[in-house]
T-cell receptor, first 115, second 115 residues
Framework: DAKTTQPNSMESNEEEPVHLPCNHS???????IHWYRQLPSQGPEYVIH???SNVNNRMASLAIAEDRKSSTLILHRATLRDAAVYYC????????????????FGKGTRLSVIA | DTAVSQTPKYLVTQMGNDKSIKCEQN?????MYWYKQDSKKFLKIMFS???????INETVPNRFSPKSPDKAHLNLHINSLELGDSAVYFC??????????????FGPGTRLTVT
């Protein structure tokens, strides 16, 4: 699996935007970029995913570099509830010929939100 | 309604015992997974089942035996528990969709403590 690199931790003030970076210089053409987060004492939850174009949903935005070697998860206004570990994960859907490729988690970025 | 549920939430047992963790999803998904999160917080895939058939078994000791009685359930049975089995175990499910990588939905986790 192609590897991702994320900062160990980041801090943000409440109500401020947060940009969480992820480097994936060995990404292949069939790797989707997925972001999950894990709130304290909970299971991971899906945030967003994309292939080449930038993506927006109700939780966040995903900005993907033109060469796809890096991406940034953007939380537009951080709240205390956004304090979590954020994981950037690459998934090659071709491996198992379906969408049910298991997730390979790295260490992620621990985001702290200050009131 | 809880999408992916696990029982029990906490499990404390002694070395050498046999225990089971149950998982149920009411999302109509085809694929279910077991992940293990150790004390260092690394999340790793253990098993993946698609339509009740095992498709992934990631170098897990054969003391661990998953059982899928139907598409909505994936139980994890562990024989001869060891101290190193202490961890949080997460069940997850996803659609089997070809051509894209769909999100996985995680349960709340089962914290297993072996004494």
């Amino acid at each position: 699996d192609a590897k991702t690199t994320q900062p160990n931790s980041m801090e943000s003030n409440e109500e401020e935007p947060v940009h969480l970076p992820c480097n994936h210089s060995t990404i292949s053409g069939t790797d989707y970029i997925h972001w999950y987060r894990q709130l304290p004492s909970q299971g991971p939850e899906y945030v967003i995913h994309g292939l080449t174009s930038n993506v927006n949903n109700r939780m966040a935005s995903l900005a993907i570099a033109e060469d796809r070697k890096s991406s940034t998860l953007i939380l537009h206004r951080a709240t205390l509830r956004d304090a979590a570990v954020y994981y950037c994960i690459l998934r090659d859907f071709r491996i198992y010929q379906s969408g049910n490729t298991p997730l390979v988690f790295g260490k992620g970025t621990r985001l702290s939100v200050i009131a | 309604d809880t999408a992916v549920s696990q029982t029990p939430k906490y499990l404390v047992t002694q070395m050498g015992n046999d225990k089971s963790i149950k998982c149920e999803q009411n999302l109509g998904h085809d694929t279910m997974y077991w992940y293990k999160q150790d004390s260092k917080k690394f999340l790793k895939i253990m098993f993946s089942y698609n339509n009740k058939e095992l498709i992934i078994n990631e170098t897990v000791p054969n003391r661990f035996s998953p059982k899928s009685p139907d598409k909505a359930h994936l139980n994890l049975h562990i024989n001869s528990l060891e101290l190193g089995d202490s961890a949080v175990y997460f069940c997850a499910s996803s659609h089997d969709v070809r051509g894209d990588s769909y999100e996985q939905y995680f349960g709340p986790g089962t914290r297993l403590t072996v004494t």
